[in-house]
């Protein structure tokens, strides 16, 4: 059994993203508590994160000629990969061993500017957009070419979405949120990449973190919760990274 524990920052980049670090993981180089070994009492479980997830990129892509409102988000490239470079470090000395990093999605242009249409009145009809796919793609490079420096598995939405017939208006509502449809490619992907990368996070695999019904005492089920070894604890999947947000 396993808590998933969602850390998404709407808004964010990577540039506010590690002001948020200490407040998620603690202060640099504070390791966190080892996993519970299996027999370990029923109770609050300590800190133990079986994976994290660092996703960030549609908001440090913004463009810096888009409407002011969004330009603000604008993070240069080569920072941005340096800040998924601290991040990764942070996690790591938190004691997260396990870590994806995920590539901004592709952006569907003419989703974005009907979006815009729509928010800003047909005045908008001529702004430059925020976004572009032109313009999201480094950064997608980036951070496949930081996973691979850093040997981490990397989940390339950018490249892998666009292979999907109509992945604009299927899986983007707004040009780069997703649709429901859209979010359920996302975890297919993600699962698939656990999968291959480590096979013991199936949920088959997982511990239970309380005992099965048929092994509850009847007659006094308060004895098997308060028993030593009654079961494994829990684990926390983390998601660090903040949803691509306008």
């Known amino acids: 059994m ?16 590690l002001q ?28 133990h994160v079986l994976f994290a997830t660092v996703w960030f990129g549609a908001n440090d892509a913004a463009l810096l000629s888009g409407p002011s409102h969004s330009a603000r988000q604008h993070v240069p490239v080569e920072e941005y990969g340096k800040n998924l470079r601290q991040i990764v470090s942070h996690a790591r000395a938190a004691g997260v061993e396990r870590l994806v990093l995920i590539t901004p999605p ?15 009145g047909e005045q908008a009809a001529d702004w430059p957009l925020d976004r572009t796919l032109e313009g999201t793609a480094p950064y997608a490079r980036e951070a496949v070419a930081v ?34 449809s859209g979010q359920e490619k996302v975890w297919q ?4 990449l656990l999968s291959r990368e480590w096979p ?4 088959e695999s997982l511990p239970a973190q309380f005992p099965a019904w048929d092994a509850i005492d009847l007659a006094n089920p308060a004895a098997t919760f308060g028993a030593t070894g009654a079961a494994a604890s829990g684990a926390d999947i983390g998601n660090t990274g903040a949803a691509p947000q306008k």
């Open 2 to 17: 396993a808590d998933i524990v969602n850390r998404g920052l709407s808004g964010y980049n990577t540039r506010w993203a």
């Open 20 to 47: 948020a670090l200490p407040h998620v993981f603690g202060p640099p180089g504070a390791a966190a508590a080892p996993p519970p070994p299996a027999a370990a009492s029923v109770g609050p479980a300590p800190q």
């Open 106 to 120: 592709p952006v569907w242009e003419a989703g974005r500017k009907k979006h815009q249409i729509g928010r800003m």
């Open 147 to 180: 996973a691979q420096e850093l040997g981490t598995p990397c989940l390339d939405l950018q490249t892998l979405l666009q292979q999907e017939d109509r992945w604009g208006d299927q899986l983007l509502v707004d040009g780069l949120h997703f649709t429901p």
């Open 189 to 192: 992907l993600l699962r698939e």
């Open 200 to 203: 013991d996070l199936s949920p």
